[in-house]
């Protein structure tokens, strides 16, 4: 039964001079199937059907992964080092931002939300990333010249062959295994700068279960958003 659904179901299709079918998932959950020129629509549809489980479980991954804009409303959850703190406006609070069971932003700020909360994760981001920095610094013998935090949202780290890294101020909001794994990674990269067997070899030397990590990065990383 389920199977005729998705062969009922609508995909773009790309014909060209090859010899074999693809299907690909775009980024906005539509499908796109590439064939040859002359192979008949039903062995597509029947080939498209017959990748009904892989789709179902790309589509179901690609939602649950999907940023959700911020609004920053009241009870808005919120990431910081990996946990989830609703949003919460406080009266009679001095400081902007307090975080303790709820991330508390000063009432009379709430106009400014995006801006404060902006300015208290890179604060906390460069707090947080020149500790690590200086951590694996001596475990590594690699030392930065300087830290610099970006505006990214994909790229989490990034250095210059001057010996500057860079990180995306929004990896503060993963866990702390996982902004340890990008520490690492940037640090390695002053000593190698590629990603060879052998810079892979640094990692692994520093963070046996980097791949652990660095798939946590890729499939969670979007989720760290605002
Ligand atoms: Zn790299």
Not at 75 to 94: I, R, V
Not at 97 to 121: D, F, I, N
Not at 129 to 138: H, I, K, N, P
Request: glycine share 4%; aromatic share 10%; charged share 25%.
């Amino acid at each position: 039964m389920q199977t005729w659904i998705v062969a009922q179901a609508t995909y773009t299709l790309i014909r060209s001079r090859r010899r074999t079918m693809a299907l690909h998932i775009r980024g906005d959950g539509t499908l796109e199937v590439r064939a040859p020129l002359k192979l008949s629509t039903d062995v597509i549809d029947a080939f498209v059907a017959s990748k009904q489980s892989w789709v179902a479980k790309h589509l179901a991954r690609m939602q649950k992964n999907k940023p959700v804009p911020t609004s920053y409303t009241e009870g808005e959850q919120f990431l910081f080092l990996g946990k989830s703190y609703p949003l919460q406006f406080c009266d009679e609070q001095k400081a902007p931002v307090v975080l303790g069971e709820t991330l508390c932003l000063a009432s009379r700020l709430q106009g400014r939300a995006e801006k404060v909360l902006t300015g208290w994760y890179r604060q906390q981001a460069m707090q947080t990333l020149s500790e690590r920095v200086a951590f694996y610094s001596e475990v590594m013998k690699s030392r930065p010249k300087q830290i610099k935090l970006s505006n990214a949202r994909q790229r989490w780290g990034s250095c210059s062959v001057r010996g500057r890294v860079n990180f995306a101020w929004r990896l503060v909001m993963a866990p702390p295994e996982i902004i340890d794994y990008v520490v690492v990674h940037e640090l390695a990269h002053l000593l190698r700068h590629d990603h060879s067997s052998a810079f892979w070899q640094i990692v692994q030397t520093v963070l046996p279960d980097y791949k652990t990590r660095r798939n946590w990065l890729k499939e969670k990383g979007r989720l760290l958003t605002m």
